[in-house]
C-alpha cells in the first residue's frame, strides 16, 4: 500500500479531461506535493524539457495521463501526428521515471489497441491478438510500444510501470470541440444545438451498428489512483462496466436526455471504427478492488448538465 498524501505526484496531462479528475481524486487523498504543468510550460515531446521537469520537481509517483487524443475523424486526420507524440511523451517519460528513480508510473492506455475483432468480452490477454482497426491503430500502436517499454523497464530496471485501459470515457468538462470530439460529446453538443435551432434532424456518422462501453470520468480516476496505492504488478488492467450499447442506441438515450425530439440520420459514407468494444474488468475488480460506481445514466445527465451550465450557459433550453 502505497499513502500518496506523503508522496511527490506528477500527473502529466493533468490539465486534460481525465488528468483533471484524477487531480481531484488526489487532493481529496491529501495530497499537497501534487504538480500538473500545461503543455505550454512543458513540451514532453522534447526530452530536455521533460527532464528539467523531473529534475526540478522531483517526483516520486507520476501519472501519465498527456496525449493527442481524439474521435475517429480526429485520429484519420493525424495519424502521424497521434503516433509520433503519443509515442514520444510516453517514451521520454517511463524513461525518465527510471533516471530519477520514481517509485511507481501509471500509464493510461487505450481500448483502441484491440485487434479488429477480439473475443469478446475483452480480456488483457487479447491485446496482442492482431492489428487494431484501422483508423486508430497509430494511436493504438503507440499505447503498445509504451506497455512493452514497460515490461523491458521493469525487466532491466526493477521500474514499477502500471498500465491501464480504460473504455471510452465520458462526463463532465469533456471536449466538445466538433473537430476532435468523441462520440458522447459530439452526439450531446449536436442534438442540444438542433433542439435550440430548431432544426429538425441531425446526421450521425456510420450506420449505428457498432456497439461501444463507456466508463463515467470520475470513476476512472479513482480506478487510477487506486491502482497507484494498492497494485505494483506487471500486468495490464482493464477499466470499464460490462455494459455495451450500440451506438443508435446511444443516440436515442442522448435525444431522450437532451429533449431532442427531430430525427436522426446515419451517413454510412462515414467510418463506424472498430465493429463491437466490450471488455472484462474483472482483474480490476481483484486486485484494485474497484468496480464503477455511476450509472450509464445517471452519468449522461451529469454531463449534459454541465454542457448546458458551463458551456453555453446563455441560451435557453
Known amino acids: 500500500m502505497l499513502d500518496l498524501e506523503y508522496e511527490r ?4 496531462g493533468g490539465n486534460g479531461f481525465l488528468g483533471g479528475h484524477i487531480m481531484e ?7 499537497t506535493e501534487l504538480l500538473a504543468p500545461p503543455h505550454i510550460e512543458c513540451d514532453l515531446t522534447i526530452r530536455e524539457e521533460a527532464n ?19 474521435g475517429i475523424g480526429a485520429n484519420m486526420a493525424h495519424p502521424g501526428k497521434f503516433f509520433y507524440e ?39 490477454e487479447y491485446l496482442w491478438h492482431g492489428y487494431p482497426e484501422a483508423t486508430n491503430a497509430p494511436y493504438g500502436i503507440s499505447k503498445l510500444a509504451l506497455l512493452t517499454m514497460l515490461h ?63 466508463l463515467y470520468v470520475a470513476d476512472a480516476a479513482e480506478a ?12 495490464p488492467i482493464n477499466l470499464g462496466t460490462g455494459s455495451e450499447i450500440t451506438i443508435s442506441g446511444l443516440a436515442r438515450n442522448v435525444a431522450r436526455a437532451t429533449g431532442y425530439m427531430g430525427e436522426i440520420v446515419w451517413d ?21 478492488r474497484w468496480k464503477a460506481s455511476t450509472g450509464f445514466l445517471d452519468g449522461l445527465r451529469k454531463t449534459i448538465a454541465w454542457y448546458e451550465t458551463k458551456v453555453n450557459p446563455n441560451v435557453p433550453s
Open 9 to 12: 505526484v506528477l500527473v502529466t
Open 86 to 124: 503519443n509515442s514520444l511523451m510516453g517514451i521520454h517519460v517511463i524513461d525518465l521515471c527510471q533516471k530519477w528513480h520514481v517509485k511507481r508510473v501509471i500509464v493510461a492506455g487505450t481500448v483502441c489497441s484491440y485487434a479488429l475483432t477480439p473475443p469478446l468480452p475483452f480480456r488483457e
Open 152 to 214: 523491458a523497464y521493469r525487466t532491466e530496471y526493477g521500474l514499477k510501470g502500471l498500465y491501464l485501459i480504460p473504455v471510452n470515457l465520458f462526463g463532465p468538462r469533456d471536449n466538445f470541440n466538433p473537430e476532435t470530439s468523441h462520440v458522447i460529446p459530439a452526439m450531446i453538443k449536436k442534438m442540444i444545438e438542433a433542439k435550440r435551432g430548431g432544426v429538425s434532424a441531425v446526421t450521425l456518422w456510420g450506420n449505428g451498428k457498432a456497439s461501444r462501453e463507456f
Open 52 to 70: 528539467t521537469l523531473f529534475e526540478s520537481f522531483k517526483p516520486t509517483v507520476v501519472f501519465h495521463l498527456a496525449g493527442v487524443v481524439g
Open 224 to 235: 487510477f489512483v487506486l491502482a497507484a496505492e494498492r497494485y505494483d504488478g506487471l500486468e
Open 268 to 288: 454510412p459514407s462515414k467510418p463506424n471504427g472498430q465493429p463491437r468494444r466490450c471488455i472484462d474488468s474483472s482483474r480490476a475488480a481483484q486486485l484494485l
Open 25 to 31: 481524486a488526489l487532493r481529496a487523498r491529501g495530497c
